[in-house]
């Protein structure tokens, strides 16, 4: 059975740090595209950022300001969102996601292979 499963979700206070990981199992997300999304309450799922099967990041939004990093360990299998500098509106459920997409590119939403999500809450 293929798996998505993230973890390192928390509470952090503003202007702290989480890595988010994304391990998968039954698949192989080294040929795989894969993305973080995000959804806040009461709000529609968004696009975080997509890593590329070789390596290359697409963002999917501009709100991260560069404070957020993807990234893939293929041995391991995983890959991991470094989010720095956190603010309250960052608060979300955050999911990975993983799929076969053209080199060099993410699909936007389409993805066959979704996590159950982890919660960041960044509260003071």
């Known amino acids: 059975q293929s798996q998505l499963v993230e973890s390192g979700g928390g509470v952090v206070q503003p202007g702290g740090s989480l890595r988010l990981s994304c391990a998968a199992s039954?698949?192989?997300?080294?040929?795989?595209?894969v993305g973080w999304f995000r959804q806040a309450p009461g709000k529609e799922r968004e696009g975080v950022l997509c890593?590329?099967?070789?390596?290359?990041?697409?963002n999917y939004a501009d709100s991260m300001e560069g404070r957020f990093t993807i990234s893939r360990d293929n041995p391991k299998n995983t890959v991991y969102l470094q989010m720095d500098n956190l603010k309250p509106e960052d608060t979300a459920v955050y999911y990975c996601?993983?799929?076969?997409?053209?080199?060099?590119?993410?699909?936007?939403?389409?993805?066959?292979?979704w996590g159950q999500g982890t919660q960041v809450t960044v509260s003071s």
């Open positions: 890593i590329t099967s070789s390596g290359i990041t697409i």
């Open positions: 996601a993983a799929g076969p997409a053209p080199e060099g590119s993410c699909p936007t939403r389409d993805y066959p292979y």
């Open positions: 039954g698949l192989s997300l080294e040929y795989d595209a």
